[in-house]
């Protein structure tokens, strides 16, 4: 089983819903971020948590929200989507001591 | 000017070949530093990291010039399964683990 889950893997949504994505980890890892990744843009940080109590912004949180449920759980919502939210989406978690960071499968979300 | 910059490529190379991506970044803080890899529609993950006295694993070997604020990747006795994009990612000080990402080289290794 994978390390670090994403779900859904697949989504396609219509402007100004509201849509979750989750991430689940078994790494044991207390942190944990949200990238979104577009061409020519490379992955950019939306946000990250490093426990359960700590959720910080990245450089790109507007449009955002996100919930961390528990150590293992992370989710990012899109309160009201917009095409231009369309991306790929990753999870990733790390260790606390070091910088290396492990990375979900990705959602690939389509809002039209 | 972006934070970590890279040739997008991409490299067209014969199978067996000698390549090598160059990535700089401008926060001379940085602190450590990754060369990643990601296939296509797939995720990111970790290849090396790069050290100050440069670091070898097997046919890949991964330098640091701070001085310049430059690193290196290069691939030896380039194979078919060596085609994917290759990310240099940087992380500071005063940033807990976050990265910043460059946004990749193209390598194609061809027959």
């Known amino acids: 089983d994978a390390d670090v889950t994403q779900t859904p893997r697949n989504r396609i949504t219509k402007t100004g819903k509201r849509i979750m994505l989750e991430c689940s980890q078994t790494?044991?890892?207390?942190?944990m971020y949200w990238y979104r990744q577009d061409p020519g843009l490379g992955l950019r940080l939306i946000y990250y948590?490093?426990?359960?109590?700590?959720?910080n912004k990245g450089e790109i949180s507007d449009g955002y929200s996100v919930s961390r449920q528990a150590q293992a759980k992370f989710s990012l919502s899109l309160e009201s989507a917009i095409p231009n939210q369309t991306a790929l989406y990753f999870c990733?978690?790390?260790?606390?001591?070091?910088?290396?960071?492990?990375f979900g499968p990705g959602t690939r979300l389509t809002v039209l | 000017r972006k934070e970590v910059e890279q040739d997008p490529g991409p490299f067209n190379v014969p199978e067996g070949a000698t390549v090598a991506f160059n990535c700089t970044y401008s926060n001379s803080a940085s602190q450590s530093f990754f060369w990643y890899r990601q296939d296509c529609r797939k995720e990111p993950k970790l290849l090396m990291s790069?050290?100050?006295s440069g670091n070898e694993d097997g046919r890949f070997t991964a330098q640091l010039n701070r001085a310049s604020q430059y690193i290196s990747l290069l691939i030896r006795d380039s194979k078919l399964s060596d085609s994917a994009t290759y990310l240099c990612v940087v992380s500071h000080t005063g940033g807990g683990n976050k990265l910043t990402f460059g946004t990749g080289t193209q390598l194609k290794v061809e027959l």
């Open positions: 948590s490093f426990d359960v109590k700590d959720i």
């Open positions: 790494k044991g890892h207390d942190r």
């Open positions: 990733a978690t790390s260790q606390d001591s070091t910088d290396t960071q492990y």
């Open positions: 790069v050290y100050s």
